[in-house]
């Protein structure tokens, strides 16, 4: 469930805040100024030097082979990291990208438009295959290895709303069932106009029960379209979008102690200590689209 914000809270607060004239009559001119100082002080900008590590490559192969599809159509997006300040995110060009599968079959793709967007129209999914991709970009090789598994469907979607501090929310559960004596892991996502959520599950507690993926937004309204996905993934993605989700969960400022580096299973061959960010994965996905009531 999304918090409500501190500073929403907090100016509500303020607002039901009143003070009679007497009080109010009673204030210095000294305290003024004092004040006046504070909110003055609280509006000038820091700059914080940050150090600059040399650009990485970033690698986002998420292959996703929708149910009653083809899944031919598929795409892996190449970029770098860039500073923090950064407006944009540097694409990569002239990279050579392909996936083989077990049967040697190699499938190229290629790089649209100049926008670090590598797309082909001839994947061949087949469940519980095992692929390999491979990327050479600046002369160096990095290669992942991953299998294409099962989701089960999406079978219903309910509805509810409730109220925290005043602020109304809608509740929205995805249903679907977890196959029995089988270790399974769980990606969903719901996705909103003006609001959307990425989360894991795994089925240890609930191993062959009905299980569902759960989603609070006070943003989305009656009418409104929600787009729901569920995609089966392995146990190590799982661990590594886990770890991700948390992280990103902690917030923290500018002067707090930086999460750790999150490594994914693509693994610079020609030069290991120029490691790679993103993740390699292959998964069937189950959507469906909910029209708020």
Not at 49 to 62: F, G, N, Q, Y
Not at 210 to 225: L, M, N, P, R, T
Request: aromatic share 12%; hydrophobic share 35%; net charge negative.
């Amino acid at each position: 469930m999304k918090s409500p914000s501190i500073i929403h809270s907090l100016n509500k607060i303020i607002n039901k805040a009143t003070f009679s004239s007497h009080i109010s009559k009673k204030i210095s001119p000294l305290l003024m100024l004092l004040f006046s100082l504070f909110l003055i002080s609280c509006e000038e900008v820091v700059d914080v030097d940050l150090d600059t590590a040399p650009p990485r490559l970033v690698i986002e192969a998420s292959i996703k082979w929708e149910k009653s599809t083809s899944g031919n159509v598929q795409q892996i997006h190449l970029t770098t990291t860039a500073p923090y300040y950064a407006d944009e995110v540097p694409p990569v060009h002239n990279a050579t990208v392909y996936i083989t599968d077990e049967e040697g079959n190699q499938f190229d793709f290629i790089e649209e438009d100049n926008t670090g967007f590598y797309t082909t129209d001839s994947f061949i999914p087949v469940m519980s295959t095992t692929y390999n991709l491979t990327v050479v970009h600046d002369g160096e090789t990095y290669m992942a290895k991953e299998t294409l598994l099962p989701v089960s469907d999406l079978t219903y979607v309910t509805q509810n709303s409730g109220d925290v501090f005043s602020e109304e929310y809608i509740e929205i559960k995805a249903y679907f069932n977890d196959p029995a004596d089988e270790e399974n892991y769980y990606m969903y996502t719901f996705d909103a106009e003006k609001d959307n959520t990425i989360d894991v599950i795994e089925d240890r507690l609930v191993n062959g029960n009905e299980v569902f993926a759960f989603f609070v937004s006070e943003d989305i309204q009656s009418g409104e379209d929600v787009d729901i996905s569920l995609s089966g993934i392995s146990k190590q993605y799982y661990n590594y979008m886990y770890t991700l989700l948390a992280q990103a969960n902690e917030g923290g400022g500018p002067f707090e102690t930086q999460p750790a580096t999150v490594r994914g299973n693509i693994i610079n061959t020609t030069n290991p200590d120029n490691f790679a960010f993103g993740y390699f994965r292959l998964s069937e996905t189950d959507k469906y689209t909910y029209t708020i009531e």
